[in-house]
């Protein structure tokens, strides 16, 4: 058997086993390892250097809209959590606790931070005296911990990377506001930056975060027809207000409560994008998102060799100059075969090979990963060529996952066809329901699926609860998810 063929044969088909493809992936292209604390793994620079790309476009957009960063502990007392009786209920089964530090024991249990909602509460009691303090608007980057039972690496493990946003508004109206604010700036960087197409929409009271009012999320489906909640936005109300005593005087110089929200999004994404586009061969990353968006390989017999790599160097500065992400792989002792499928296999967007003859005609080879697209572009507009072939990838990387959700997202009536329809071919069922938690319940099993959220714009309205058949309050989109 040949290296080549061995090397692709090392991933299970998607086919066989997407969960074992899943891992094969990431451990062979060397996103991340695991570590020797169950449910934690380490980010290997290939892994990292996606998330400070999602990091630092993000960041971005919080920034332009008047958000600044800051941190906060990492340990949260634990009277904090008893402050707000629904916010502890819904994390306490997932909280690690530290009990004592310099061998004695603590007079009083510390959390290790699972969020951060009663600390920013806290400090904001001390922080808003008036309205003149309000709007507070802070996000911050940072690790949490929660003690899941079950994890899978990115998508669910015990310690996390993320960013929250925490704000403190005067009125409910501009805390609505700044809610679905960030509910929008989810959605666009999701579509346009990771090429996931999503579905907007207000979770059920049961799916809605332990403490809020209102969440509102983004759903994502994989290739295995499953959703990842990609983000949540949640409408705060006055709850952690009044459980923190946020006050404010307001313009007529009477007390008031301030109005919050909290948003936030975490490494689950880097999953959710390998999970949408990946393929047999390995990871395809979008060219935002990828670490690498060009990998230039020089190809031909010895003798030309020191030619092509000096050309191959001078082409690699000129991209390089232009704000393209590009390495080069010239090592003489792997083949050129070999280095087609490992790019590949990491998901680097777009290959360049040069040979003897190219150098000749002036010209490189540019190969698409998604499409296998070959194109000859001449070398005094490589540059323009490159740039507007990522874009091009990008944009059919979204259509494409597109088209799959489409072609998995059913809208149906009763809970038979739904059951019918997952027990064929997993994917996003829109359905009506009553409002009944006990309905909510009875979809969730005997299907397996979860109520996702209830749609912005839903494809149809639907009219009859898909469970008792009473009319329905909502149409809602269910599904299994991770």
């Not at 489906?221 to 959703?227: E, F, I, N, V, W």
């Not at 087609?340 to 490189?364: A, I, K, S, T, W």
Request: charged fraction near 30%; charge should be negative.
């Amino acid at each position: 058997m040949s290296k080549d063929k061995q090397f692709v044969t090392e991933i299970t088909p998607q086919g066989e086993d997407f969960s074992r493809w899943y891992i094969d992936v990431i451990k062979k292209a060397e996103l991340m390892d695991y570590s020797p604390v169950r449910g934690c793994i380490v980010f290997r620079p290939e892994g990292y250097e996606i998330w400070e790309n999602i990091q630092r476009d993000l960041d971005r957009r919080f920034k332009e809209t008047g958000h600044r960063n800051a941190y906060f502990p990492l340990f949260i007392p634990e009277s904090f959590f008893q402050k707000e009786k629904e916010h502890v209920e819904g994390f306490n089964p997932e909280l690690p606790w530290v009990t004592e530090a310099a061998g004695e024991k603590l007079e009083e249990r510390l959390a290790i931070r699972p969020t951060s909602e009663t600390m920013f509460g806290h400090m904001y009691a001390k922080w808003i005296q008036s309205y003149r303090d309000l709007p507070v608007l802070i996000n911050q980057w940072a690790n949490v911990v929660r003690w899941e039972k079950r994890t899978l690496p990115f998508l669910r493990t015990s310690e996390f990377l993320w960013q929250e946003g925490h704000t403190a508004h005067e009125t409910e109206e501009e805390a609505r506001q700044e809610t679905m604010q960030m509910l929008e700036i989810y959605r666009d960087f999701v579509e346009e930056f990771l090429a996931i197409p999503v579905v907007m929409g207000q979770k059920t009271p049961s799916e809605k975060f332990a403490g809020a009012v209102d969440t509102y999320s983004i759903e994502a489906m994989m290739k295995d027809g499953r959703a990842v909640q990609a983000g949540t936005s949640h409408f705060m109300g006055t709850n952690f207000a009044v459980a923190f005593d946020i006050k404010y005087l307001d313009r007529s110089n009477n007390l008031q409560f301030a109005h919050t929200t909290s948003w936030g999004v975490s490494t689950r994404l880097i999953g959710a994008m390998i999970m949408v586009h990946g393929d047999d061969r390995g990871l395809a990353l979008p060219p935002k998102v990828a670490p690498t968006q060009v990998i230039m390989i020089p190809i031909g017999p010895p003798k030309t060799r020191e030619q092509v790599v000096g050309r191959v160097d001078e082409l690699y500065r000129e991209l390089k100059q232009a704000g393209i992400r590009v390495r080069v792989d010239d090592r003489a002792d792997v083949s050129p075969g070999w280095k087609f499928n490992e790019y590949e296999m990491r998901g680097v967007p777009l290959r360049l090979e040069l040979g003897p003859r190219d150098m000749e005609n002036g010209q490189v080879v540019l190969v698409s990963r998604i499409t296998g697209e070959k194109r000859i572009v001449a070398q005094d507009r490589l540059a323009e060529e490159v740039t507007s072939m990522l874009e091009e990838i990008q944009h059919d990387m979204f259509e494409k996952a597109k088209a799959f959700r489409e072609e998995n997202f059913k809208s149906l009536d009763t809970l038979d066809e739904m059951k019918a329809f997952l027990e064929d071919k997993r994917g996003f069922v829109e359905a009506g329901w009553c409002g009944s938690e006990a309905c909510e319940r009875q979809v969730k099993e005997e299907t397996g699926a979860t109520s996702r959220n209830i749609p912005f714009k839903p494809t149809a309205e639907k009219s009859s609860c898909l469970v008792c058949g009473d009319k329905a309050k909502h149409t809602v989109v269910f599904a299994r998810a991770y």
